[in-house]
């Protein structure tokens, strides 16, 4: 079951997850009353839809135009953005040529990025086991990584009878370049976000980019999470977010 990037960012926040400040936004009015609400300066206007590469992607009435991530700097173009994004339809490579018409928007603060990361943690069938992984080629597809630089990748597998562990955040957090006062915001991240991935019955968690910001802060600038459909009855308000993202 899939939801959309605000509603993982509500549920992860609730951990202690880390994340910009946002509003979601079903009309033009709903993005500029957000927006005001956030202040500013710079604002980031995101489309909502169900897949990936939605910056890279291209609206299918101005294929030549901006994508479905824009950065604004004014109120103005806060709205004039929303009216052009809301009802359009927006082509990634994960939509196929059809795309998919936005009809909510995720209306967010600026973030002051000074590196860009990659984190990930997913349940691996096979074994029974969580798998985590990151990558300092944050914001690329990571597939492609895993295909043309897999050495880039690192991977920690999660005993189910421990757990994820102070020791396990660390290397992870080392093996991306972090140090000082970086290292243990990440650790504190990345134990927050295993908290979740547990406690939700998810099956993916998925921060991409995570952003090391100028003040060295760890922060999920995206995310995403898909849930095990099967422990849905444990977790009405996942269900209730269900519900929402399909309306």
């Known amino acids: 079951m899939n939801i959309h990037e605000y509603q993982a960012k509500q549920l992860l926040a609730t951990y202690g997850v880390a994340t910009p400040q946002g509003r979601a936004a079903m009309s033009v009015d709903e993005a500029v009353k957000g927006a005001a609400e956030l202040g500013g300066p710079i604002w980031v206007v995101k489309s909502q839809i169900h897949a990936g590469g939605r910056g890279a992607g291209r609206f299918s009435n101005d294929p030549s135009g901006a994508g479905g991530v824009r950065v604004v700097k004014s109120i103005d173009d806060v709205r004039d953005n929303a009216a052009k994004m809301l009802g359009s339809t927006l082509v990634t490579k994960q939509t196929g040529e059809a795309g998919k018409e936005v009809q909510r928007l995720y209306i967010e603060e600026g973030c002051d990025i000074a590196r860009e990361l990659y984190l990930g943690m ?14 300092t080629e944050g914001g690329m597809d990571i597939e492609e990584v895993a295909e043309h630089t897999p050495e880039k990748i690192l991977k920690v597998t999660i005993d189910p009878a421990v757990g994820m562990m102070p020791f396990h955040a660390r290397q992870l957090a080392f093996s991306l370049g972090l140090e000082g006062k970086q290292v243990n915001a990440a650790v504190k991240f990345m134990l927050a976000m295993y908290k979740a991935f547990t406690e939700l019955d998810a099956s993916i968690v998925e921060i991409n980019p995570l952003v090391v910001t100028g003040s060295g802060d760890i922060v999920a600038l995206d995310a995403k999470m898909n849930f095990d459909d099967n ?16 309306e």
């Open 231 to 246: 422990a849905l009855y444990r977790h009405a308000e996942i269900a209730q977010l269900r519900d929402l993202a399909e």
């Open 122 to 135: 997913l349940l691996d069938r096979a074994s029974s086991r969580l798998v985590v992984m990151v990558s």
